[in-house]
């Protein structure tokens, strides 16, 4: 079990940035892929970062590439998304998701979400 809580969202004008970070709990979120999805009022929740265990490089959706980036701490059991550039479109609720890399396709593990609003 993986419980996962984010923090950082708020209100930043177009051109802005914001941090957003997701704190887990549990002894084995090493073995974790972790993700950052958005949904926007009246749209379907979307994919903006993944970072798999391992050291890997993060993918990026094309639509926030070059202005955020992932990251992770394994001994923190956190991770991180940098928000630079930002727009009104990415105004969304950021949920911070985790899924075991060995043994689910799909993200099992949700947090409530974070608010963040881009004014123009």
């Known amino acids: 079990q993986v419980q996962l809580r984010e923090s950082g969202g708020g209100l930043v004008q177009a051109g802005g940035s914001l941090s957003l970070a997701c704190a887990a709990s549990g002894r084995t979120f090493s073995m974790y892929t972790m993700a950052w999805f958005r949904q926007a009022p009246g749209k379907e929740r979307e994919l903006v970062a993944s970072i798999s265990n391992g050291g890997r490089t993060p993918d990026y959706a094309d639509f926030v590439k070059g202005r955020f980036t992932a990251s992770r701490d394994d001994a923190k059991n956190i991770v991180l998304l940098q928000m630079n550039g930002l727009k009104p479109e990415d105004t969304a609720v950021y949920y911070c998701?985790?899924?075991?890399?060995?043994?689910?396709?799909?993200?099992?593990?949700w947090g409530q979400g974070t608010q963040v609003t881009v004014s123009s």
């Open positions: 998701a985790a899924r075991h890399t060995l043994r689910s396709q799909n993200y099992d593990y």
